[in-house]
């Protein structure tokens, strides 16, 4: 992996903006047949700009000025595919189990305004945008799901895809706004490559990853929400273990900061009611199918971290080490399909 030579435009926006840009490229060896297919992602990690009791709609707004002046700067360092953190269009206020007005920031993943927005931007900068929102899906009797759309860098929607892992861990209480996901493990073929989104909670599921990546996953995009005393230890390994084991690049992304809420909560577990959900530590990186990967952002400041990659190293290293040939997965199949039945012993040998 080496350094990118970022433009200097781009280097002073980052400055005069107030976050940090990082850059890295991952190589492929060269084949006689494949042309190298290189393609530029960018991820974003930031802080919300305003306090969590600041109006909805402003919120949302500062939201939208903040990630389009940083997509600006991706877009001069050539980024091709972009991906912003978990329900990136608002305070991660599920911790509250508050309804109000927390519910109030859920748009259509087809018309909401922020689709809108993001829509304009991949026209503009001819990138595909991968949005996680919080949807409300007004066909279904508007209901809220945590989805993520993907936007074509023609500025169309190609498509959308749900959180399939739902926490119940500590303040995590997103189990009282949604469900967990209904759409499988869609992949979006795109003009630079074949995509995925794992979104949080998802990342401790090998499953989740595997699904993904039998679809055809050349990147899979991990957009998270995750505090320091939670899961600071296990943020390094687990995306970089799923690009090691699905052959493919992981995107790991993280919010930045702490969020202060009005009213105090709690969650059953004895603590004292308290106004956050702890420390959201960035650390964004990004992990390629060979087990090298880039280092991350910073735990406190917003950031841009761009990565070049030569997705011809996804089957360089699969034809390498054969884990789609060696998976056994007719055999995982069959004793999974088992276990889940009500009536399963599980196969203990006992003298
Ligand atoms: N957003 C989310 O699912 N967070 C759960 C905590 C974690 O996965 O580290």
């Known amino acids: 992996m080496r350094e990118l030579n970022l433009p200097a435009a781009a280097v002073s926006a ?43 709609a402003e919120q949302v707004a500062a939201l939208h000025k903040r990630i ?60 595909v945008v991968v949005s996680p929102i919080l949807e409300r899906d007004d066909v279904h009797g508007g209901t809220l799901w945590n989805t993520a759309v993907v936007i074509s860098n023609s500025g169309s929607v190609l498509g959308k ?9 500590g303040d995590f209480n997103e189990s009282t706004y949604y469900m967990e996901g209904n759409r499988g493990h869609p ?29 055809g996953a050349e990147i899979i995009f991990n957009p998270s929400a995750t505090i320091g005393e939670l899961s600071e230890s296990m943020w390094p390994i687990e995306a970089r273990n799923a690009a090691i084991a699905n052959h493919c690049f992981t995107c790991a992304i993280n919010r930045v900061g702490t969020e202060h809420y009005m009213n ?58 054969n884990f789609k040939m060696t998976g056994r997965y007719e055999m995982y199949a069959e004793e999974l399909a088992k276990a889940v039945q009500p009536d399963f012993t599980p196969n203990i040998i006992r003298e």
């Open 14 to 56: 980052g400055r005069e903006k107030d976050f940090e840009l990082q850059g890295y490229g991952f190589e492929a060896a060269a084949e006689q047949l494949r042309t190298p297919h290189v393609v530029r992602v960018g991820l974003i990690q930031n802080k919300i700009p305003l306090p969590t009791d600041s109006p909805v």
């Open 68 to 127: 389009e002046e940083i997509v600006e700067v991706a877009a001069i360092c050539g980024v091709n595919v972009v991906c912003f953190q978990e329900a990136w269009t608002m305070p991660f206020a599920f911790c509250t189990r508050e309804k109000l007005p927390w519910t109030e920031f859920a748009e259509s993943a087809e018309e909401g305004q922020t689709t809108k927005f993001c829509q304009k931007l991949a026209k503009k900068h001819n990138m």
């Open 161 to 169: 895809t749900r959180k399939n892992h739902i926490p119940r861990v």
């Open 187 to 215: 992949v979006f073929q795109t003009q630079f490559g074949r995509i995925a989104v794992n979104i949080c909670f998802g990342r401790h599921h090998p499953l989740n990853w595997l699904m993904y990546s039998i679809n």
């Open 264 to 321: 105090a909560f709690t969650s059953g577990d004895g603590r004292k009611a308290h106004h956050d959900l702890g420390y959201f530590y960035g650390s964004s990186y990004v992990a390629a199918p060979d087990g090298s990967r880039t280092p991350g952002l910073s735990r406190t400041q917003d950031g841009l971290l761009v990565a070049e990659m030569d997705l011809n190293l996804c089957r360089q290293v699969s034809d390498k080490w």
